[in-house]
């Protein structure tokens, strides 16, 4: 496979090919003996799992910002919800081992909360918010010894920390005291939430002189004058309220310039270490930004626009000793969706990513249409560092789980190199170059949902990274084709390597979408509106697709309620020509999990038959045993057999089919478990005979069923999180054996798409 034609695959999100061609085949998949080098997942550790003795596994524990020991092999994390910070042993990279925690409770308060972390030779520097409320902000630097976990020396900060950075001679330490606003609150002449809200915030600046923490000094550096009024800076700079100037991140160049963001004041300070002198101050300035998807309305629609928006930068990135990027995350007013890179000599805007950091989401499946209407992707996260003499940026969209990879060798030409996919809400994003790691944690914790918080570590090497498996190309008018929810596969007739999948209810309208298989990473290529009977879009909770050699497609179609289930056949354009409901009595047994695969054969005699996976158990049938249901089109009539599940010893856990597809003389189904991440324990696909005829009255036949493979391993080697929704499997005309996740459209997922090769059918189903 040429470069060009792999490249193409990728060649969306508002970025040229010839941009991406300079990420070599790392990101592209291609073949070529001199890939360059990428960075591919080797572990991912939930943060649960290093909880103290004792406590509920379903706790909420998450980790936000981290740091790594001199010797980058122990990781520290903070983690505000449990009110501690972690320690995690990744002398193996693939292996991270938890070593604990370590409570605040023990150093100050039970809601004390850390709310950064870095380290300085043998010590652990942890910033914590000590705050009774808004109006009344306080906080603390604690200075642990890593070896030994204890205290050695804690400094007032007079007021709420965010974010802290060392220099790179470990001479000082800087940290945003930022004296947050109450969301809740409305200032005089202002509405909910408005700024300014007293006490200001300002800069405290450690220095760092001896080995003895306890002869560090700290001086502040304030952004107010000293009657509370607006510095004049900050005002010729044109903030939004200089008054209530907010710090919110720092970082620190190698001339000990730091660099730090106002957020909801739109603006950027830069201030001299040594002497805590202000140097400049400038607005990070508004954007408008088309392209983009800006209505939440369940549809990924890149035709909207967001026009003179404030950027309200969230972190901070030194690139050198002049250039800066920022994250657009927004705040109150702004958010832009992307990253910019500014000039700190003249405060203007170097490049900025425009449309083309929510493409990239759009492009690797991971857009999160929940978000459209607000702040998008949400870029949180910026990170530099330097790897075998090239300089990257690290870029982390909150909302859409993902970390892009750019080639910064020049500043203000950034190159898109590639996504690091990861678990909910990316907030830290610690480079270890010195092992060629980059470390994520990530924020989201919520056991109910089974959504974990946790550290993925990836490794820079040669190689093809696992992610991703499938993207999208663009549409005719060059723009990527939105995706999600793939939770079906079938085979396009008479071609060798396409596929179909189909969205379900994730989204408002039904689409039938194209997979060209011969390219690495497969390639969705086109994008088919399911319509009604009148021609209109429809959107069906569509969890089965099966490409009919007559033409068209039959649709298993699932429903909120037992008689909403049905078959639906569409003709070649899409268009709704028969519907086809189930029997009264199968509807009526029928819980929220309906139909969730349709396959069909047709005989010589041109006779068609079409068989649906039930996915779990009707009310009038026993436990543990589902249905399979033929329908003979030409008689109109249905007939059933049984399946027996297997089962899983986890609590509240239950056991179903997802997918469905003939096999020669047989039908292959998967069956799986509900579980995800280190919990999931059946991902499995097995087959039944294919029954000759229709079933005889009476008790429902059980077919026997024969294990043809395990999937988990294969869903394991990807080092993520494993995946939960293993939901569609076909055999293409090439012979080989595809299967894919549905990843929820990124509700209450992380949003990664597997798309799966588990090789020839004779190797995966044996002899036909």
Do not use: C
Request: charged share 20%; aromatic share 6%; proline share 6%.
């Amino acid at each position: 496979m040429t470069l060009r034609r792999a490249l193409t695959a990728v060649a969306a999100a508002g970025v040229t090919v010839a941009t991406l061609a300079s990420a070599g085949t790392a990101s592209a998949g291609g073949h070529h003996a001199d890939r360059a080098l990428a960075f591919d997942r080797v572990a991912t550790y939930p943060v649960f799992t290093n909880r103290p003795a004792g406590e509920d596994p379903a706790t909420p524990t998450v980790a936000e910002i981290s740091a790594v020991s001199e010797d980058g092999r122990t990781l520290i994390h903070t983690d505000a919800l449990a009110k501690r910070i972690g320690f995690l042993d990744i002398s193996r990279a693939d292996r991270p081992r938890g070593l604990g925690t370590l409570s605040l409770a023990q150093l100050g308060n039970a809601e004390d909360e850390p709310t950064s972390v870095a380290v300085v030779g043998r010590y652990v520097l942890v910033v914590v918010n000590t705050s009774s409320s808004f109006t009344e902000p306080s906080g603390r630097l604690d200075v642990i010894e890593l070896a030994s976990r204890k205290r050695v020396a804690s400094f007032d900060l007079g007021g709420q920390p965010d974010s802290i950075a060392i220099s790179k001679d470990q001479r000082y330490a800087a940290i945003a005291i930022e004296n947050e606003r109450d969301e809740e609150a409305t200032p005089p002449g202002g509405e909910e939430g408005d700024l300014p809200q007293a006490p200001a915030g300002f800069v405290q600046i450690v220095d760092l002189a001896g080995k003895n923490p306890a002869g560090w000094r700290v001086r502040s550096v304030p952004l107010t004058t000293t009657d509370g009024q607006a510095l004049p800076a900050l005002v010729d700079a044109g903030l939004a309220a200089p008054i209530d100037p907010e710090p919110e991140y720092v970082s620190i160049n190698g001339r000990n310039q730091l660099a730090l963001t106002l957020q909801e004041n739109n603006g950027v300070v830069l201030i001299d270490l040594p002497t805590g002198r202000i140097t400049k101050a400038f607005s990070a300035g508004t954007a408008s930004i088309s392209g983009i998807d800006t209505v939440k309305d369940g549809t990924i629609d890149l035709t909207g626009s967001i026009t003179d928006v404030p950027r309200e930068p969230d972190a901070v990135a030194w690139i050198d000793d002049r250039y800066l990027a920022t994250a657009n995350e927004g705040d109150w007013r702004g958010g832009t969706r992307g990253w910019s890179v500014f000039d700190s000599r003249t405060g203007r805007v170097a490049w900025d990513a425009g449309n083309s950091f929510e493409r990239l989401a759009v492009t690797y499946g991971l857009h999160n249409e929940d978000r459209a209407g607000k702040k998008g992707t949400e870029p949180e996260g910026v990170a530099v560092a330097e790897y075998d003499g090239v300089r990257y940026a690290f870029v982390g969209s909150e909302r859409s789980n993902f970390v892009a990879v750019y080639d910064l060798s020049n500043p203000t030409k950034p190159v898109f190199k590639q996504i690091l996919p990861t678990t909910n809400g990316p907030e830290g994003l610690l480079p270890i170059p010195s092992r060629g790691l980059i470390a994520i944690s990530s924020e989201e914790d919520d056991a109910s949902v089974n959504v974990r918080a946790s550290v993925s570590l990836y490794q820079l090497g040669k190689g093809t990274p696992a992610f991703p498996s499938i993207v999208s190309g663009n549409d005719r008018a060059g723009t990527p084709i939105g995706w999600g929810a793939l939770g079906a596969l079938t085979a396009a007739p008479g071609k060798r390597d396409q596929l179909y999948s189909v969205t379900d209810a994730a989204y408002s309208q039904t689409r039938i979408l194209s997979i060209d298989a011969g390219r690495t990473p497969a390639v969705i290529t086109g994008a088919l509106p399911v319509k009604d009977a009148t021609g209109t879009p429809v959107g069906y909770d569509a969890e089965g697709i099966f490409a009919r050699p007559q033409g068209g497609f039959w649709l298993a179609v699932e429903g909120a309620k037992g008689p909403e289930n049905k078959l639906v056949r569409l003709d070649a354009a899409g268009v709704t020509r028969q519907i086809v409901p189930l029997p009264t009595e199968v509807a009526a047994g029928l819980g929220k999990q309906g139909l969730e695969g349709v396959t069909a054969t047709t005989d010589r005699q041109g006779r068609e038959i079409v068989w649906v996976a039930v996915q779990r158990e009707l009310s009038i049938d026993p436990a543990g045993t589902v249905r399979l249901g033929r329908y003979d089109v030409a008689a109109g009539t249905w007939s059933w057999y049984g399946y027996q599940l297997g089962s899983t010893t986890v609590p509240g856990d239950w056991m179903g089919l997802s997918e469905i597809t003939v096999v020669g003389d047989r039908l292959a189904v998967i069956e799986r478990d509900k579980l995800n991440g280190p919990a999931a324990t059946v991902k499995r696909v097995y087959t039944v005979p294919l029954p000759g005829g229709a079933a005889q009255p009476g008790p429902l036949r059980v077919l026997p069923k024969t294990l043809a493979v395990d999937v988990l391993p294969a869903l394991r080697a990807t080092n993520g999180w494993t995946q939960e929704k293993l939901e569609g499997l076909t055999v293409a005309g090439n012979g080989e054996v595809y299967a894919i996740t549905d990843n929820d459209a990124v509700q209450d997922a992380t949003g990664e798409t597997v798309f799966l090769r588990l090789g020839s059918s004779r190797k995966v189903f044996g002899r036909n």
